[in-house]
Every structure is written in C-alpha cells, then in structure tokens.
C-alpha cells in the first residue's frame, strides 16, 4: 500500500520557520520524483517546490524562492520542506505527491502526480 505522510504543519507568526516532512512508504521512493503543492480555500491546488529522484534537481515556485528549500533522505525514505519567513499568504495546506515517470526535467502539473499525502495545514499570523 502506497503511503505518502505529511507532518510538521502548524500555527506560526508571520517571519517564523516550519520545516515539513513526507514520509514515503510502498513505492521505490528513490525512482520518484517528489513534489510539493499547497492549497489555500478557494483556490487551486499549486506547486511550490519538487526534488528529482537523485536530490540533484530543484525546482520553486517563484513565490517562495529565496524562502523554502526541498531536500530529501532517501536512507529515510522522507523528504522535507524548509519553509522561512513565513507570511500569511503561506497559510494553506500543504500536500506531497509522487511522481515516478521518469522525464528530463520535473513536472509540477498536478495532474502529473501518481500519489498524494493527505496534506499537513500550515497557518501563518500577522
């Protein structure tokens, strides 16, 4: 059974930090390409940040470059979100998501994605 487990989501004031964690569980987790997208109510679903398989490609959405760095462990099957100074425009829920088509470069379409997290609420305060 795929499991992909997102943790680490919180309350924190605008400037504060948060760093998210996706356990991944069922699939070669290093043949993925692991991805983030969050989802505030009443918008789309968007991507943030994704990581290639072998953690040598990143990729930001331009709203949180310079904020948020994507790694992972792939001995611990996990890969983590630093998320720093934080605004409220943040606030969402934030999902991971695997992809395991193997491509040059990452997708970031949702519609790419093989498997989702439940998501992990991240709320942010002026």
């Known amino acids: 059974q795929v499991q992909l487990v997102e943790s680490g989501g919180g309350l924190v004031q605008a400037g504060e930090s948060l760093r998210l964690s996706c356990a991944v569980s069922g699939i070669a987790f290093s043949w993925c390409n692991i991805l983030w997208f969050r989802q505030a109510p009443g918008k789309e679903r968007e991507f943030v940040a994704g990581?290639?398989?072998?953690?040598?490609?990143?990729n930001y959405a331009d709203s949180v470059k310079g904020r948020f760095t994507i790694s992972r462990d792939n001995a611990k099957n996990t890969v983590y979100l630093q998320m720093n100074s934080l605004q409220p425009e943040d606030s969402a829920v934030y999902y991971c998501?695997?992809?395991?088509?193997?491509?040059?470069?990452?997708?970031?379409?949702?519609?790419?994605?093989?498997?989702w997290g439940k998501g992990t609420l991240v709320t942010v305060s002026v």
């Open positions: 990581i290639s398989r072998n953690g040598l490609s990143t």
């Open positions: 998501a695997a992809d395991q088509t193997i491509t040059t470069t990452l997708r970031t379409r949702t519609y790419d994605m093989d498997y």
